[in-house]
């Protein structure tokens, strides 16, 4: 428990929070007290963000806080008017919104933005205000900020964005500051440069923090108390290090032992070294060759052509593993496509099992086609709404015309097998299923004509840690049963250490470092992989 | 902005070119002969030959078009057929009216349905949006002839607050010029009210659930300030596109209103020069209701573009 002096800044009690009616939150007790910093973890639906948009009371259409109380230094504001509320919101509580991208009003400038807050609290007007957010924008680190605070959101970068967020919830100098995954949008190497920024300003004015978080190395990293959720409760409260370090509630460990950056620094590869050695497998040629891939676009009203993807070769040997990492921007996404022959590659070109993806034709190309399949990352955009399990499952099936209604039929519950999901689901609806459970059909569609390379394209970057788990467990059980071959699209470092053997480091379109895991992970080459390594939060609290 | 504006202008001459063409050839193809309708059922063909010479109509139609169109760029519309008036002199007189009309209509939509919109959205679920709602119902499926006619019934010759037909010129005296245009405006003006009602409600909706509207709720502004300025302002860029979609409707739209009401205005001499086969005048009219067309639309894009910073015109921007 904290060494909380007389009074905590923000004290919940008991507090209860209902949709329509249906309670959500079951009795949170939780302080913060002056100058700490404490961190709200759990999977998505824990309630760790309903308990953050409680305290400035501004719950979503249809929430209301049912039972309990919020004080804030002590003033009981749990039903406070909207007078109060509007003193609370930005003059003593800050907020630090999540997405980037959707959280500036796209119609104003930057500028008037950060002003606003100032203006609406009587901190400062007119030309003082316009001065003081030109300030603040300097002090989130935006460079050029006079020039830049006339601009609007839509010139600026999400990091950029974030640090304008931040310039806002820090505008009225507040002395708690709701941070609600305020940089899982983002890269990590942004992430970490932002949230570094973010903990110089607050240090410096020594401003409370109620971080709410995913992720268990950015909550270990960042705060001084983690505070787990699960299911609406909190299951477990203590110091950052030793909580993670040494877990007493069942579900924190399960969370400890699925994190990524854990996983990282304790079980090395852990699904790469189950593999005996693969490459010495009947020394079979790579299933897939890229040889000097590269895509340009031309931008419109630019002269120069845009270079996505510079001079890319690798290869990925039968039945392991080529992970493909980079930030937004790198190219990773269009090399996976190239390989699929969604895109044409202005010049290289890639081979699957011997076959030219790009000019192969008709049964040829049909051919090349089955032997590799996609998974793609959002499986609630990338399943038809409209179709059953059991229809999408077995469209690859219709489409290549494979075995009569029966044997198709028999063949989709095979595959539910091979994914760990109840036969029974084969009925059911996209929606009806969980994001780990949609994820799972897609791999089952994606398994469904025996392919012989799966490319997955942040195929677990939308899932909670303990799903995203579970996920790469199958994708490895799968590799060593059917003999799959996987490449491997991620952001995420971490990811990567456990699932892959090689590892393709992209940055603005060029590869700037390839080897396999070991090798990158124990003596990278290059800074820019060095600076990856290094963003990976969390990753000295567990070595 | 040069060259966006530059290249407006000239996709517009090639619009205006295509309008003129396709009324020329489409009036001269309609059954029925301007000649026969001056000269009367009775006349003998020596006359009809007669009337059609004098009025130009025995030239091969390129060589017609072609002095339409000379006569068009000295700025002379001809003379109708029908009448012997001067074409620019029936426009000078009826589209005043029809401009004030409109002007009076869509100020009524906007103003009616932006209001019912947002306190539709503001106030959801309860009475306001109920009420908004049922009014789109009404407006956007009772045609305009109907409600005219019971408008007429009810508050012109039952109630007596308004006067039943008949117009004064705004120019001359506005106050009792807009008193008469009071029940047509409105009757023109419903179903655009609908339709700006039903969109801002939507875009409003949309927009209040942003999380940009949240995090300005977090920034602790007042709740008036985060309607209009966050909230309104993105709505509005949605509202404006339709706006202007649903003018162009308001032209056809003045035809029948400005039947129902006896107005001598640019609709009612479209009405008529088709009846008469007025070749001058119904391509007159198709000509200035495209011009219309176009600079509506150019200037609710340049509108738009000042709304919506995003798409700053002449790609200054990112």
Known sequence: MPSAASTPLLRITDLEVSYHGTPVLHGIDLTVAEGERVALVGESGSGKSTTAAAVIDLLPAGGAVTRGRIEYRGDDVTHADDKRMRRLRGRQVGLVPQDPMSNLNPATRVGKQIAETLVAHGVASGREARKRAVELMGEAGIPDADKRSKQYPHEFSGGMRQRVLIAIALACEPDLLVADEPTSALDVTVQRRILDHLETLRSRRGTSMLLVTHDLGLAADRADRVVVMQHGRIVEDGPAHELLRDPQHEYTRRLVAAAPSVSTATRTGAVATSDEDPQQDKGLEPILVAEHLTKEYSVRGRRERLTAVDDVSFAVRAGTTTAVVGESGSGKTTVARMVLGLETPTSGEVRVAGEHVATAKGAQRRAIRRAMQPVFQDPYASLNPMFTVEHIVDEPLRVFDVGDRRSRRARVAELLDHVALPRDLAQRHPNELSGGQRQRVAIARALALDPRLVVCDEAVSALDVLVQDQILTLLGDLQRDLGLSYLFITHDLAVVRLVAHDVLVMQQGKVVEAGTVDDVFERPGSDYTRELLAAIPGADVFT | ?318
Do not use: C
């Open chain 2, 1 to 318: 902005m040069a060259t966006y504006l530059l290249n407006r202008l000239w996709q517009s001459l090639a619009t205006l070119f295509l309008a003129s063409v396709v009324v020329f050839v489409g009036v001269r193809a309609l059954p029925g002969d301007p000649a026969l309708a001056l000269a009367g059922e009775e006349a003998d063909p020596a006359t009809l030959a007669a009337v059609r010479a004098d009025l130009g109509l025995d030239q091969p139609l390129v060589a017609q078009y072609g002095a339409f169109v000379k006569n068009l760029l000295q700025g002379d519309l001809g003379t109708s057929i029908a009448t012997g008036v001067p074409v620019t002199d029936l426009i000078a007189t009826t589209l005043p009216v029809t401009l004030w009309l409109s002007l009076y209509a869509v100020t009524i939509a906007i103003v009616v349905g932006i209001g019912a919109g947002v306190a539709a959205a503001v106030h959801r679920g309860r009475w306001p949006e109920w009420f908004a709602n049922g009014f789109t119902l009404v407006g956007l499926s009772v045609p305009s002839f109907w409600l005219g006619i019971l408008a007429i019934l009810y508050l012109a010759v039952g109630l007596r607050w308004f006067p039943a037909s008949g117009y004064v010129a705004v120019s001359e005296e506005p106050l009792r010029g807009l008193y008469y245009l009071t029940l047509p405006a409105v009757v023109l003006g419903t179903a655009l009210a609908a339709v700006v009602m039903r969109q801002t409600r939507s875009s409003m909706l949309d927009t209040l659930s942003a999380d940009y509207v949240r995090t300005a709720r977090a920034k602790g502004l007042r709740n008036r300030h985060v309607l209009t300025r966050f909230a309104l302002r993105n709505s509005l860029i949605v509202v404006v596109t339709i706006i202007g979609l649903q003018l162009g409707g308001l032209v056809s739209g003045a035809v029948v209103t400005e039947r129902i009401f006896g107005l001598p205005g640019f609709g009612k001499l479209t009405l008529d020069s088709v009846f008469t086969r007025d070749y001058p005048v119904i391509q007159a009219v198709v000509i200035i209701t495209t011009f219309a067309y176009i600079v509506i639309n150019l200037a609710i894009d340049l509108l738009y573009s000042l709304i919506n910073p995003r798409i700053r015109v002449g790609g200054s921007t990112r």
